[in-house]
């Protein structure tokens, strides 16, 4: 084989036929594909044993350029077809030992141009499917080849070990016969006695080795150690000179006579006399070090990330499958799992091409922090890396890599005469082997990096098994969620909205239940953030909405209310958000039968800070219907109160933290004070005020007297089932 790598993707070393490149772009289809098999076969041709004429050649090359170019313009990318080029260019003797480079070469420099892929493919993805296409050439006529010399390796096995037979039954009449195979074999033969001394060799074996017979005859065998041997080869060994196995096969490293390193595919067979007694060892061997090179530079590109060069998460789990395995060789094992804080907005601001080299900047920094053997980082995609650690101190050691790897990253990033600022969020999980299963251990990693998230990231965290839990709870509920609302899980209670000048019944807020079937019940607050955040907060809220207007309408049909009734249903900021809010609100207030005036939706307070006009437009429309809008959670957004005039609200509703100090008497003076001035500010500005909260009737009584209109909270009754509207309790909560 030449001396250029295939795998390499660079032009061979050897100049191709003089060429010409045309002075205009190439012919396009059948022509265009012609013309590259004539290129091809003017390249490869002068290096082949073919028996066809130069024209046959290229005719034979015309449907695998064509496969070639199948492959080049495939989508999805699929490089396999090309291996069945290879293969045909050997079966075609395409086999002298320049033959690959040619190949490979003609390829590098012809494909593309020849034969384009579709024009919404960039030239540099063309250049990289081209270089995958001479990968996998590569592989299918080493492939090809090596099955080509083992069948020429068995024949002369086969073919030596019956001239041996024929010369124990016939003595030296076929002497003559095994020295013309011995000697005329392409692959390397020696004879050594079972001593392991070398008798004989040929002058293929020679070769291999870069010396003569004489440097070679008379050594023993078991001198000719590698360090990259297996310890299974010389145990076969011994087997065999002893008499226990009668042949073995292995893959064995041996030094030629100038240090290089020769691999070969090692054949042994034993030699019996006449009364079966071990007497020789009939060695074949095949030089495979091309395709032990070629092997590993695609195993290196299998294993390795593209962009940066760090090991990639399919070397990164052998690593830690083999870290975790019990009895592997290593007591513990610790996992740092980082992710880059806000890097979607390097990319988004500065385009992807900032960001690919941002990334390769943090690589090289992350790698400088592992140095130790027994030390990994690797890149699993995006802006995403892992560190693994082995050895008694894993945990610590783990820590102490987080420290290194913030520390590294604290120095911004210049680019471009930019300086770019990086920070991350790392999980560190550590744990003995054989306890943890890969996915678990980088599931825990994952979710403690997301905790060093959610607490401000540019920091690390250690795994918690009750966080873990947690988290694992939050995904299966995510999960649940949307068949939840199919298959009616979902339930509304109703918590009273009770007049503090009289002590009657209002309205009632409509509070959502899911009705888990393993959890049980399970609070607003457990689920609808994860409703939230998975966007099924809308048809939710619109469940919530037909349900608690039908119920609305039903109380008023019922004639049992003094006075109207009103129903408060909570709009999250999705909700708010969601175009069809207006037309959906009056969908079911029209299929309800239900008076605009009896529905008030409740908005916090944080939703609407900052909003502009075009946010408020929707509850303007809704408050122009008659809906009332009620501030939600007053009080704890910081807002300007100014503010209160340009919305649409027609309710404030006080949050509890400011009537607690009122639960006993004496009133705590200061939440007196500031009760009293919000609500003379909403009066003013013609707003009644609702509490929440309200658990003591001292509380209750405070609140009526400082002029609050509504109020709710288990003083008056917890959220129970419609048909308990009416029933107020009037019991202190703290009894």
């Known amino acids: 084989m030449s001396s250029a790598h295939p795998a390499s993707g660079q032009a061979p070393s050897q100049p191709l036929p003089s060429e010409p490149l045309p002075p205009e772009p190439p012919p396009s289809g059948q022509d265009a594909l012609r013309r590259f098999a004539a290129v091809w076969s003017r390249a490869v041709y002068p290096a082949t044993a073919t028996s066809m004429t130069r024209a046959e050649f290229e005719d034979h090359l015309v449907p695998l350029a064509a496969i070639l170019r199948s492959a080049l313009r495939s989508q999805p990318f699929d490089p396999e077809p090309a291996a069945e080029v290879g293969v045909a260019l050997v079966r075609a003797h395409c086999t002298d030992p320049d033959a690959l480079s040619l190949i490979l070469g003609a390829v590098d420099s012809y494909l593309v141009l020849y034969c384009p892929p579709d024009r919404n493919l960039s030239g540099e993805e063309a250049r990289a499917r081209c270089s995958r296409l001479q990968h996998t050439v590569a592989a299918g006529f080493a492939r090809a080849l090596r099955e080509r010399t083992l069948a020429e390796q068995e024949a002369l096995s086969r073919a030596a070990l019956a001239a041996q037979a024929e010369t124990e039954r016939a003595l030296h009449t076929s002497e003559e016969r095994f020295r013309a195979v011995f000697e005329g074999a392409a692959i390397g033969v020696g004879i050594a006695d079972v001593d392991g001394r070398i008798m004989d060799v040929n002058d293929a074996l020679s070769r291999m080795f870069g010396t003569n017979a004489a440097e070679v005859t008379g050594r023993n065998v078991g001198e000719m150690v590698h360090p990259d041997d297996s310890p299974d080869v010389w145990g076969l060994y ?54 032990r090179l070629l092997h590993e530079q695609l195993r290196y590109e299998a294993t390795h990330d593209a962009l940066t060069g760090l090991p990639n998460r399919t070397l990164f789990f052998e690593r830690l499958d083999r870290a975790l395995a019990p009895g592997g060789g290593e007591d513990r094992f610790g996992v740092c799992y980082l992710d880059l804080d806000g890097f979607k907005a390097v990319n988004d601001s500065l385009g992807h091409a900032v960001g690919d080299r941002l990334l390769v900047a943090v690589a090289e920094r992350l790698r400088s922090c592992a140095e130790e053997p027994a030390e990994l980082v690797a890149r699993l995609g995006g802006d995403e890396f892992v560190a693994l650690l082995t050895g008694p101190t894993a945990q610590e050691d783990a820590t102490a890599l987080a420290r290194r790897m913030l520390s590294a990253l604290a120095e911004p990033v210049r680019l471009d005469g930019r300086d770019l600022s990086v920070r991350a969020s790392i999980g560190i999980v550590d744990g003995a082997s054989g306890e943890s299963g890969a996915a678990e251990v980088l599931r825990s990693a994952d979710i403690t990096m997301y905790r060093a998230k959610a607490a401000g990231g540019n920091r690390y965290e250690l795994a918690d098994a009750d966080s873990d839990a947690r988290a694992i709870a939050r995904h299966d509920l995510t999960n649940c969620l949307p068949a939840a609302l199919d298959n009616g899980e979902f339930f509304i209670e109703y918590q009273p909205l009770v007049r503090l000048h009289d002590g009657t019944v209002r309205g009632a807020e409509a509070l959502v239940r899911w009705l888990h079937p393993v959890h049980g019940v399970l609070g607003p607050d457990q689920f609808i953030p994860l409703a939230e955040s998975t966007g099924l907060i809308v048809p939710l809220g619109r469940w919530v909405l037909q349900e608690a207007a039908r119920q609305a309408r039903a109380w008023r049909a019922e004639g049992t209310c003094e006075g109207p009734m009103r129903v408060n249903v909570n709009l999250s900021p999705a909700q708010l958000r969601h ?10 207030l029209d299929s309800s039968g239900l008076d605009p005036s009896a529905l008030c939706l409740e908005v916090t307070e944080n939703a609407l800070i900052g909003a502009d006009e075009e946010e408020l437009r929707p509850l303007r429309q809704l408050a122009d219907l008659g809906v009332d809008i009620a501030l939600d959670d007053f009080g704890t957004g910081y807002s300007n109160l100014s503010y209160l005039r340009r919305l649409p609200v027609s309710t404030l509703k006080l949050d509890r933290s400011f009537t607690r100090g009122m639960q006993r008497a004496p009133a705590d003076p200061v939440d007196v004070k500031i009760v009293e001035g919000i609500v003379s500010l909403a009066h003013t500005l013609d707003l009644s005020v609702t509490v929440e909260g309200v658990e003591t009737g001292t509380q209750a009584e405070h609140l009526r007297v400082l002029g609050c209109d509504t109020a709710q909270g288990w003083y008056y009754a917890r959220p129970g089932p419609p048909e308990r509207l009416h029933t107020l309790s009037l019991v202190d909560a703290a009894s």
């Open 238 to 291: 011994s087997e065999l000179v002893r008499g226990e196995r009668d042949y073995y096969r292995v893959e064995k490293a041996y030094y030629r006579g100038d240090g290089s390193v020769l691999w070969t595919d090692l054949s042994v067979a034993l030699l019996r006399d006449a009364h079966g007694r071990p007497q020789y060892q009939l060695a074949l061997l095949e030089d495979i070090t091309e395709r």
């Open 579 to 588: 175009p069809s809010l207006v037309a959906d609100t009056v969908a079911v």
